[in-house]
């Protein structure tokens, strides 16, 4: 057997260690949670996150990716028709290691594997900052249109400005019309 280049295997050979990642893949899909020896679970995290990420593009070329990597068919659709669209609003991190006690026959130690579904903080921090924004839009919309209001409301007393200083040009031509007409009686 040829030495591996990125550690140990599990099992014998390289068509083994696929069958227990595959197999394992689609114990975690199906039952969302599974415990396992720690150097397993470490192997199965990114194997899962890359069959949930093609299943989240939802294509017929990424369906026929997974199912060479999950031959299970029904665990296939419940992964695109189910799974995928509750990690729409994630980056990646689908899956939670949590350590264990170490098994009790041979003293390995043990990991639980599981599929994050429940919101996180960082999906709930976006939501909130999205709707801050939108409110602070609201707002700015709210000053334009009082700020809008006011400028139209502006050449209106401008108008009215411009008549009072009209009357008084006017009454000063009447006074000096009149003033003149007495001028003229005199």
Not at 91 to 113: C, F, H, V, W
Not at 131 to 155: H, R, Y
Request: hydrophobic share 35%; aromatic share 2%; glycine share 4%.
């Amino acid at each position: 057997m040829p030495t591996p280049k990125k550690g140990a295997r599990l099992g014998g050979s390289a068509a083994q260690q696929a069958h227990l990642l595959s197999n394992m893949a689609a114990s975690l899909i199906e039952h969302g949670a599974i415990k396992t020896t720690d150097a397993k679970a470490k192997l199965l995290r990114p194997y899962v996150e890359k069959l949930i990420t093609k299943a989240k593009s939802g294509t017929v070329a990424d369906r026929r990716e997974v199912a060479k990597k999950i031959p299970h068919k029904d665990v296939v659709a419940y992964l695109f028709n189910e799974l995928a669209p509750k990690f729409e609003n994630r980056e990646g991190g689908y899956t939670r290691t949590i350590k264990l006690e170490n098994r009790s026959g041979d003293n390995a130690p043990m990991s639980q594997i599981s599929l994050v579904l429940e919101e996180t903080v960082s999906a709930e921090a976006s939501r909130a900052t999205r709707a801050a924004a939108s409110k602070k839009a609201e707002e700015e919309k709210a000053e334009e249109t009082t700020a809008a209001e006011e400028t139209t409301e502006a050449p209106a007393e401008e108008a009215t400005e411009a008549e009072a200083t009209e009357a008084p040009a006017e009454e000063t031509a009447a006074d000096e019309a009149e003033s003149a007409e007495d001028k003229e009686e005199k």
